[in-house]
């Protein structure tokens, strides 16, 4: 937030565009998960492993 408006993170924006993009080159969400992971892009919440629910998550727009 800034100034009580939502401002989008432009690092978490680039790994949305990425995870779409692989996913487009029909990757699977396990596989994007763990290439998430070995590149050392951190999760929302920053930590260091990313979960397929997560790739789902982002992928869908909701929780499963």
């Given at each position: 937030?800034?100034?009580?408006?939502?401002?989008?993170?432009?690092?978490?924006?680039?790994?949305?565009k990425?995870?779409?993009k692989?996913?487009?080159?029909?990757?699977?969400i396990?596989?994007?998960?763990?290439?998430?992971?070995?590149?050392?892009?951190?999760?929302?919440?920053?930590?260091?492993?990313?979960?397929?629910?997560m790739?789902?998550?982002?992928?869908?727009?909701?929780?499963?």
């Open positions: 937030l800034q100034d009580g408006k939502i401002v989008p993170c432009k690092r978490e924006q680039e790994t949305i990425m995870i779409r692989l996913r487009d080159q029909r990757m699977g396990q596989a994007i998960a763990d290439f998430l992971t070995s590149m050392g892009i951190p999760t929302k919440t920053g930590k260091g492993k990313w979960q397929t629910s790739v789902w998550y982002v992928l869908n727009g909701r929780r499963q």
